[in-house]
């Protein structure tokens, strides 16, 4: 009988994954902004950050479900250090209690605290998956970078479409200005660490080179090249290039946005499985 492959996750991880780290870029991105600003973006980052906590918690809920029994969950939160799941979990819940506080509040302190929370959870879902060692491709310190920098981009992309679609969201153009241009350097970096990260794989372990090849040529590429490179990247690129300002600014945020999405499920579904010492080869199929 003919084995197949499997997944380890499926496409409600990928959603976990771009969800909490959209949420994380765009209150972690205004809060940023709000702290140095000394508190005048309270109104936008206020809403942002309830935006966040529902984008958060939609994705936790998908993380659950794929956990195939809910009370597994609970485990997971009563043994904070047991695995990254648990810390990754408790991360989670400082960072939606620091934003409760920035909403009840204010102030500097659950400004910074925000900025420090977002980077954690950002952070935290690459070293969720660095940490599988039966897939080679996701073992790189590069890869929670990698997901930070996504996950900033992506959030300003979703605080710039909020700036379009509520009148009442009160972020000024100066700083809606400012935005645009550190996500511009956001995506040159995406761009230059997914090109590095492909570079090391592509010569690293058997296992994550066929990762690569999927990715480049494989059942990957489509996605790859056309979700994340040209739409989510290399489209936006040029269009902030162009102008920074109206219709331009906003198509370009969405098409982050896709290829935000993208790098996570194609991250994901290319993960080779690789066999461990001692195992069967019938392992790799699992």
Not at 129 to 139: E, Q
Request: net charge positive; with cysteine; charged share 10%.
């Amino acid at each position: 009988m003919k084995r197949r492959r499997a997944n380890t996750w499926d496409i409600r991880i990928a959603s976990y994954l771009f969800l909490a780290g959209v949420g994380a870029g765009a209150f972690g991105s205004l809060a940023l902004l709000d702290y140095l600003e000394g508190g005048k973006l309270h109104l936008p980052t206020s809403i942002t950050a309830l935006l966040s906590l529902l984008l958060i918690g939609i994705g936790t809920l998908l993380l659950v479900s794929d956990l195939g029994k809910p009370l597994r969950f609970w485990r997971v939160l009563l043994n904070p250090m047991s695995s990254m799941l648990s810390v990754g979990a408790w991360i989670l819940i400082l960072f939606a209690l620091t934003m409760l506080g920035y909403l009840g509040f204010g102030g500097p302190v659950f400004s910074l605290g925000g900025v420090v929370f977002a980077i954690a959870t950002a952070g935290y879902t690459g070293i969720l998956l660095g940490v599988i060692k039966a897939r080679p491709f996701w073992n790189s310190p590069a890869l929670p970078l990698l997901f930070v920098t996504s996950a900033f981009s992506t959030g300003i992309a979703v605080v710039t479409v909020l700036a379009s679609a509520l009148v009442i969201y009160g972020l000024d153009a100066q700083s809606s200005h400012l935005l645009s241009q550190v996500d511009l350097c956001l995506i040159v970096a995406e761009l230059a660490i997914i090109g590095l990260y492909l570079t090391i794989m592509n010569n690293s372990a058997a296992p994550a080179a066929r990762s690569v090849e999927m990715l480049l040529r494989g059942k990957q590429a489509n996605t790859f090249w056309g979700g994340l490179i040209f739409a989510g990247l290399v489209v936006p690129l040029v269009l902030a290039l162009a102008s920074s300002e109206g219709v331009t600014n906003l198509l370009s945020s969405i098409l982050v946005l896709i290829g935000g999405f993208s790098l996570r499920y194609t991250f994901l579904a290319a993960g080779t499985r690789a066999l461990l010492p001692g195992e069967p080869a019938e392992a790799s199929y699992l």
